[in-house]
């Protein structure tokens, strides 16, 4: 399937590895991908930007729907996480509570949801007839496996779903 790729679908899914890297994630999630497009200067990159998401909008974003410890949360219930972090990693070693502590260059799997995502992303390229698979369908692919932490990071930059397909939309790609 990946020869069937445009460069810029292949070079999104190698910065979708990245950004899980540096997110620290044990798996390649769809919102790695949608991060990764973000950097897409073709038709993928081109409707998340006219629907308001760049990269420095949804790397925040992204972040913290994937920290787990929710420090204002904590804070009610007394628990001072700079201060918990402090005495682990004095303990432990620096680091000592993030996740993914894998080696810089190690291969990061794909998760089930991104592995259905690149399936979709297939799917929406024989639907419409078309023989390269290119940023644009990347991204419906990404949309379409319904992935929640997805759907809750556009929402919360003020889009959803259905008008981010319909803006990757477009015209079919002469074959």
């Known amino acids: 399937m990946f020869e069937r790729f445009t460069d810029e679908a292949r070079r999104a899914v190698v910065l979708a590895q990245e950004e899980a890297r540096e997110l620290r994630a044990e798996r ?22 006219a629907a308001g998401i760049d990269h420095d909008r949804l ?5 913290a729907a994937g920290n ?20 682990a990693e004095a303990t432990f070693g620096a680091g ?9 260059g ?20 024989l639907r419409r ?8 369908h990347v991204l419906l692919g990404v949309l379409a496996v319904g992935d929640p932490t997805v759907g809750r990071v556009l929402a919360q ?10 803006r990757v939309g477009g015209e079919p790609e002469v074959a």
Do not use: W, Y
């Open 106 to 125: 190690g291969h990061i799997p794909f998760a089930d949801g991104s592995k259905r995502a690149l399936e979709e992303t297939l799917r929406a390229a």
């Open 28 to 49: 390649i999630e769809p919102v790695h991908l949608l991060l990764a497009l973000t950097r897409d200067p073709s038709r993928g990159g081109s409707a998340l930007r």
């Open 157 to 166: 930059l003020g889009t959803d779903v259905g008008s981010l397909q319909d």
């Open 59 to 63: 790397a925040p974003v992204v972040a």
């Open 129 to 136: 007839k078309e023989r390269r698979l290119d940023s644009g």
């Open 68 to 87: 787990p410890l929710d420090p204002d949360a904590l804070a009610v219930l007394g628990v001072d996480l700079a201060q918990v972090r402090a005495t």
């Open 96 to 104: 000592a509570l993030d996740r993914g502590r894998r080696l810089a």
